[in-house]
């Protein structure tokens, strides 16, 4: 379980301080799909850094489990994001000097998971093995950055707007993917985006403005991605 405490976050000193997050508490269950929904500027994606441990609250705790994140040295910190969280962006990250396979690689040797190819094959990417990003599609870049994500074998996958540059048609096959392997694995899904039509897909959706939650509940039917619009 993820309990979050009383949140806080700013940014900037002085007259010039904006605060972002404004106390926010919650928790979020094992193997849960959560999305986080919020206007540009409502704070979903600094609590989606802060939750994650990318970045580091004012003041209040991130728990997972009987662990505080938010007290651990900077070492500390890095070893838990290596150990137990992965990463899906808007961008995709990949080193544009390294094919499928290594960018994939790269988040498997964290793990030490000499296992990863599985990874490429769930995504669809088997036979783009030694390709070079500038060799696929943007739908493909994604779906590679989703299979460097899974390989480390996280215990929590982070996504923040992981189809914004991407068409409906291969956004839709990225959020299945995603799906699939969610429930192959197991793990706990967090991602941030605005698109309402994606939250039906979650179980609980958080709604946030002006660094606060405006509202928590769940959904009956989680629909699947060719079922939602777009």
């Known amino acids: 379980m993820i309990e979050v405490k009383n949140i806080v976050k700013s940014y900037g000193s002085g007259e010039s301080r904006l605060q972002v997050l404004r106390g926010i508490s919650l928790k979020i269950e094992d193997g849960e799909f959560v999305v986080i929904l919020g206007a540009s500027g409502s704070g979903k994606s600094t609590f989606l850094n802060v939750i994650s441990g990318l970045e580091r609250p004012d003041s209040g705790g991130v728990f997972y489990d009987e662990i505080d ?25 990949l080193l544009p000097n390294m094919d499928v396979d290594k960018n994939v690689k790269m988040g498997a040797d964290l793990a030490d998971n000499k296992d990863y190819k599985t990874i490429i094959k769930a995504v669809g990417l088997e036979e783009k093995l030694h390709k070079y990003p500038s060799e696929l599609s943007g739908g493909e870049q994604q779906r590679a950055s989703v299979a460097r994500a899974l390989a ?79």
């Not at 500390?76 to 995709?92: C, P, S």
């Not at 189809?163 to 956004?171: K, P, Q, R, V, Y």
Request: with cysteine; net charge positive; proline share 2%.
């Open 69 to 93: 994140i938010t007290a651990l040295s900077d070492s500390e910190l890095t070893e838990f994001r290596k150990k137990n969280v992965g990463f899906i962006f808007q961008q995709y990250y």
């Open 152 to 230: 480390k074998k996280p215990k929590v996958l982070f996504l923040d707007e992981p189809t914004g540059a991407l068409d409906e048609l291969t956004g839709r096959q990225v959020l299945d993917y995603i799906c699939t392997l969610k429930r192959k694995y197991g793990f706990t899904v967090i991602m941030v985006t605005h698109n309402l039509n994606i939250a039906e897909m979650a179980k609980t959706v958080i709604k946030m403005n002006s660094g606060k939650v405006s509202d928590i509940y769940q959904n009956e039917i989680q629909k699947t991605a060719y079922e939602i619009g777009w």
